[in-house]
């Protein structure tokens, strides 16, 4: 068996200077007439989850489709470790260590566990090799202890599992690529109680794995329970930049409401 498991603390290499991992300046993107982003800055560490918020249209989506190499803006820059890139496409993305579980998470119902999180990533012991069945479901146990999340067993079939479940093989599958960057869209949407307690305490794991993260979600209460900082967008600006743990809820929501004037992060004044 040709397997070279090594999964865990392999996404911890934060940059010496402690700069961002990512970092995105005055990003512009436009859909014909609309300016779904104008001039927005993200910036996200190594160990750090900074939580994207805004109301419907705010432009969430656009900037984690522009991080995932999905769509390119029309002006700004990204940097990554300080080093300006493009992400061209989302295997562009991959190769940068970015990767992004949208909410539809792509899985295939009707295979297990460890088929999904190596799905299209299959080990071989050579190019012409049969599928390493055995060394995936090795593999995939691994990453979801390591993620500290339980599933029946990694021969479950995906269609059997919790949507907590669903989302953690999900984010199990893309940890096959050694991130440093994971971007989650709305990860929490449509989950229970239990099941969203089960995904927040996945993404502080990942944040002690080494990960910069980048959430997505509607749900304040869940954001501030994760998150370390919070990002406002509002009609494809920054409109408030806070801490998570200080910033009290009517402060965030007013930035969101628009109840305050824009406002571009203080870390982005340079
Ligand atoms: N492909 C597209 N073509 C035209 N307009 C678009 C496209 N994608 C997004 N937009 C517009 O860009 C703006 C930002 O949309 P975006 O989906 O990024 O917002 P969002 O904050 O993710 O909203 P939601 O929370 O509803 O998903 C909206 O006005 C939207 O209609």
Do not use: Y
């Not at 479901?137 to 599992?161: H, K």
């Not at 229970?192 to 307690?197: F, G, I, K």
């Amino acid at each position: 068996m040709a397997l070279d498991v090594e999964w865990t603390t392999t996404q911890d290499r934060p940059r010496a200077d402690n700069g961002p991992l990512l970092d995105l300046r005055r990003v512009t993107k436009r859909f014909g007439a609309v300016e779904a982003l104008t001039e927005v800055d993200l910036r996200v560490h190594a160990h750090e989850v900074v939580a994207l918020v805004g109301d419907n249209g705010a432009g969430k989506s656009t900037l984690a489709k522009i991080v995932s190499g999905v769509i390119q803006p029309d002006s700004g820059t990204i940097e990554i470790d300080g080093e300006p890139v493009a992400i061209p496409n989302p295997a562009g993305a991959h190769v940068l260590g970015i990767s992004t579980v949208f909410q539809d998470l792509a899985l295939c119902e009707n295979l297990s566990v460890a088929a999904n999180i190596f799905l299209g990533r299959e080990l071989r012991a050579s190019k012409h090799s049969p599928m390493d069945i055995d060394g995936m479901e090795l593999a995939s146990a691994q990453i979801l202890r390591d993620l500290t999340v339980t599933v029946p067993s990694v021969r479950t079939p995906v269609r059997e599992l919790s949507g907590g479940q669903r989302q953690a093989v999900a984010i199990a599958r893309t940890l096959t690529t050694r991130p440093r960057i994971l971007v989650l869209d709305e990860p929490t949407a449509a989950l229970s109680v239990v099941q969203t307690a089960e995904v927040l305490m996945l993404v502080e794991r990942l944040r002690e794995m080494g990960l910069g993260v980048v959430i997505i979600s509607h749900n304040l209460a869940d954001l501030r329970a994760v998150a370390d900082r919070i990002e406002v967008l509002r009609h494809g600006r920054n409109n408030g930049s806070f801490d998570a743990g200080t910033a009290a809820p009517e402060e965030i929501i007013g930035a969101i409401a628009g109840a305050t004037r824009p406002i571009r992060p203080a870390w982005a004044t340079r």
